[in-house]
C-alpha cells in the first residue's frame, strides 16, 4: 500500500521569504501522480500544484514549485515571496493509475509572519 | 463552473439522531469521495464510487455509517445513530476518475458536524 509521510507538523516563514514543505511517498508503481493542497483556516481543500511521475521537469505554478526527485521519493513544495494569505495546512497527496484514490499525508501548518 | 456542493454547512444536533449529508458533484466527473477530518486521525477517506457504484468502503467506521449514490447529480452520507465521536468536518470532492488520471480530485466547502 502507498504510504505518504510529512515529516514537518509545523513550519514557519517570514513574509517574503522562501519556505520548502517536505513530502516523501512510498510506492512500487513506477507511473503516478502527486499533488499539494492546501486549506486556510475557511477550510475549503484547494489544490495547489500537481506533478506527473513521468515528467522529468519540476512543475510550476507562479510563486509554487516543486523539488521532485523521483528516485529518492520525495515530492517537496517551495513557496517563494511568502504571503499571509499562504498561511494554511499543506497536504501532500499520492494518486496511482490503477484507481481514483489519493493517499493524504499528515499535512503541515504554515505560518507566515508579517 | 460550479464547484462541488455540499450541504448543510454546519449541522449541530443531538446524539442519538439522524445525520445526512448531501453533495452534488461537479458535472461530468464520474468519481465521488466522501472524507472525514479531525484533529486526531487527519483526513481519512471514508468511501468511493466510480460511476455511482461504491467501489470501496473499507473506511466506512461502523454499521451506523451508509452512503448512497443513486444518480450521477447527488451523493448522500448518512449516521444513524450518531455518536458525539462522529463530530468532525466531512467533505465530499468529486473528480473525472481513471479516464483522466491525472486530475485532481476538486474538493466541496464541508460540512462541519456537531453531535452533542
Known amino acids: 500500500a502507498q504510504t505518504v509521510t510529512q515529516s514537518q507538523p509545523e513550519m514557519s516563514v517570514q513574509e517574503a521569504e522562501t519556505v520548502t514543505l517536505s513530502c516523501t511517498y512510498d510506492?512500487?508503481?513506477?507511473?503516478?501522480?502527486l499533488f499539494w493542497y492546501k486549506q486556510p483556516p475557511s477550510r475549503q481543500m484547494i489544490l495547489v500544484i500537481r506533478?506527473?511521475?513521468?515528467?522529468?521537469q519540476n512543475a510550476t505554478e507562479n510563486r509554487f514549485s516543486v523539488n521532485f526527485q523521483k528516485a529518492a521519493k520525495s515530492f517537496s513544495l517551495k513557496i517563494s515571496d511568502s504571503q499571509l494569505g499562504d498561511a494554511a495546512m499543506y497536504f501532500c497527496a499520492y494518486k496511482g493509475t490503477s484507481g481514483s484514490r489519493l493517499t493524504f499525508g499528515e499535512g503541515t501548518q504554515l505560518t507566515v509572519n508579517p | 463552473d460550479a464547484g462541488v456542493i455540499q450541504s448543510p454547512r454546519h449541522e449541530v444536533t443531538e446524539m442519538g439522531q439522524e445525520v445526512t449529508l448531501r453533495c452534488k458533484p461537479i458535472?461530468?466527473?464520474?468519481?465521488l469521495f466522501w472524507y472525514r477530518q479531525t484533529m486526531m486521525r487527519g483526513l481519512e477517506l471514508l468511501i468511493y464510487?466510480?460511476?455511482?457504484?461504491?467501489?470501496?468502503d473499507s473506511g466506512m467506521p461502523e454499521d451506523r455509517f451508509s452512503a448512497k449514490m443513486p444518480n450521477a447529480s447527488f451523493s448522500t452520507l448518512k449516521i444513524q445513530p450518531s455518536e458525539p465521536r462522529d463530530s468532525a468536518v466531512y467533505f465530499c470532492a468529486s473528480s473525472q476518475g481513471r479516464q483522466v488520471p491525472n486530475q485532481p480530485q476538486h474538493f466541496g466547502d464541508g460540512t462541519r458536524l456537531s453531535i452533542l
Open positions: 464510487f466510480n460511476n455511482n457504484v461504491p467501489i470501496d
Open positions: 458535472s461530468g466527473h464520474n468519481s
Open positions: 506533478q506527473e511521475a513521468y515528467k522529468q
Open positions: 510506492t512500487s508503481e513506477s507511473d503516478y501522480y
